[in-house]
């Protein structure tokens, strides 16, 4: 079993910054890609964020790209997101995630931490 802890989560101001992390901990790691993915009310979950433990490729979504980084600390198994110039349409409940290369869908979800940027 796997536990993925998110915190970092706040009330901030349009334009202003965050920092978010998600510790694992559980299972052996190995062969994963770990995540970041959020729901605003009323929304979908869409993704935000990947990144491959190993090697580090990362991709993002449009909407992030160029404000939002993923990062990871391999000797802490923790992933971070940076998320610079924030909007009020980024406000939502961001959720940690973590798939293994053999799964076609997430393996574990962190509980989620809340995000809202005010205009």
């Known amino acids: 079993q796997v536990q993925l802890v998110e915190s970092g989560g706040g009330l901030v101001q349009a334009g202003d910054s965050l920092r978010l992390s998600c510790a694992a901990s559980?299972?052996?790691?190995?062969?994963?890609?770990m995540a970041w993915f959020r729901q605003a009310p009323g929304k979908e979950r869409e993704f935000v964020a990947r990144?491959?433990?190993?090697?580090?490729?990362?991709s993002y979504a449009a909407s992030v790209k160029g404000r939002f980084t993923i990062s990871r600390d391999n000797a802490k198994n923790t992933v971070y997101l940076q998320m610079n110039s924030l909007k009020p349409e980024d406000t939502a409940v961001y959720y940690c995630?973590?798939?293994?290369?053999?799964?076609?869908?997430?393996?574990?979800w962190g509980q989620g931490t809340q995000v809202t940027v005010s205009s």
């Open positions: 995630a973590l798939r293994y290369y053999s799964s076609s869908a997430v393996d574990y």
């Open positions: 559980g299972r052996p790691f190995s062969n994963y890609a």
């Open positions: 990144i491959y433990w190993s090697g580090g490729t990362t």
